[in-house]
């Protein structure tokens, strides 16, 4: 079993800065992959950036260039630099692990953090 828990989330004002943390517990070693993905009023969850053992990172195209994702493994825990944010950037984030259990591949995910964006 793998826990996740975000913090960090908030209100902003349009081309202001959050950052967002996720902290796992639980079976760490078996994480293959962390990641965050959002889901706003009335649409479907995304995936915004994810990161994997190797280091290799993955954006959305939508916040290439604006957002950051980051690992400290000796924390467990991966953080996501928003700067530049937009309205549309307005969302419930959720941080999730990917876990390699015994040859099946597990997904947690987190409680998630509103972030909304707005003057």
């Known amino acids: 079993q793998v826990q996740v828990v975000e913090s960090g989330g908030?209100?902003?004002?349009p081309g202001g800065s959050l950052r967002?943390?996720?902290a796992a517990s639980g079976s760490i070693f078996s994480i293959t992959s962390m990641g965050w993905y959002r889901q706003a009023p009335g649409k479907q969850r995304e995936l915004?950036?994810?990161?994997i053992d190797s280091g290799?990172?993955?954006?959305?195209?939508s916040v290439k260039?604006?957002?950051t994702i980051s690992r400290d493994n000796a924390k467990n825990t991966i953080d996501l630099q928003m700067i530049s944010?937009?309205?549309e950037d307005t969302a419930v984030y959720y941080c999730n692990a990917v876990a390699d259990i015994r040859g099946s591949?597990?997904?947690y995910w987190g409680q998630g953090t509103?972030?909304?964006v707005s003057s």
């Open 20 to 22: 967002l943390s996720c």
């Open 105 to 107: 591949r597990f997904r």
């Open 10 to 13: 908030g209100l902003v004002q």
């Open 65 to 67: 260039g604006r957002f």
């Open 114 to 116: 509103q972030v909304t």
């Open 48 to 51: 915004v950036a994810d990161i």
């Open 56 to 61: 290799g990172t993955h954006y959305a195209d």
């Open 85 to 87: 944010l937009r309205p």
